[in-house]
């Protein structure tokens, strides 16, 4: 199944949804997560307002959480700072039962807990794994 | 009675308040925040005006609970900062708490401003004492509840509970934040008051419009 790549009609195990304040900072993360990850894991950004500005958009949040619910079975998401987690917290609460039941949030350092995570999912790890895996990365050597 | 008349002329009320304020909330978000409080609240505010409507309007047929529930998205969609899903949850949770009403009664108000604070605090997952908008929004909260419980009318008990929450406000002032960006700020946060905890103030304050006073300020 792992030699199938994103086009197969299976789920992968796990996908990524990233939350930042900034934009630039969403999308440059997912660029690094994605190379790491070889194109084996689904990873989607949310970074900044609706308009582009500093912070987040919640209805953005809802609707890559869905995007990537529709390549995995769960999605993991990671954010930035504080009012990241707020909302990311507020689109749980709005999105259906059987969608918030396959979301799971890491508190993981937001760069490198993106890149470890995607690199593990692309092993075909599991959520609980990817999970403990991402969190490590605040104690990763930076040398 | 309250109904979806005049809940909508209490948000017409927070957004003018919000509006006229909209400095002085950023002003207190650039010493301790990241100086988007006001700027975020109006635009919300405003989105939230853009629904309600003309205010001859006779569309008052939706519900209280529809409307709470379409500020709560429209704050949850509008305001970029924390203060959009913290005040979108609050109003979700009054939504919730008003059920199928068609009508409010004073009991019910206060029951649905302490909907919103556990929302809020569930959100953020502040307490009193964290230097936020529940230290506002809790104390105004109790003080309407106390106040109705004893006997006062809705006017008293809203001046009570506005006047906890300014009080709840100045008690920001010294604390050292726990919550948000105030809390990178260590201590550096003592000695500002916190701008949710303002907003929160002039929330309540609008709230007088439920027993018909402040409605009409075009000062």
Known sequence: ?143 | MIDTARLKAWLRRYAELIHVHKDELTALDATIGDADHGTNMDRGMQAVLHILGDEEDANENIRPAELLKQVAMVLISKVGGASGPLYGTAFLRMAQAVGEKEQLNEEDIAQMFAAGLNGMKERGKADLGDKTMVDAYARAVSALSSSLAEGFPLKESLAQAISAAKEGSDQTIPLIARKGRASYLGERSRGHRDPGSLSTVYLFEAALVFAGEGEINHA
């Open chain 1, 1 to 143: 199944m792992l030699e199938q790549g994103m086009d197969t009609p299976f789920l992968r195990p796990v996908g990524l949804v990233l939350v930042s304040h900034s934009q630039a900072i969403a999308r440059g993360t997912r660029e690094l997560a994605e190379q790491m990850a070889g194109g084996m894991v689904p990873i989607r950004d949310a970074g900044g307002t609706l308009e582009g500005a500093i912070g987040t958009d919640t209805m953005r949040v809802i609707a890559v959480i869905q995007d990537v619910l529709k390549l995995a079975e769960v999605a993991i998401v990671l954010m930035d700072l504080g009012s990241a987690y707020l909302s990311t917290e507020t689109a749980l609460e709005m999105l259906d039962k059987s969608f918030r039941s396959r979301v799971r949030l890491s508190t993981a350092p937001f760069v490198e807990g993106a890149i470890i995570a995607a690199v593990t999912a692309s092993t075909g790890a599991s959520v609980e794994e990817v999970l403990k895996e991402a969190d490590a990365a605040r104690f990763l050597p930076k040398q």
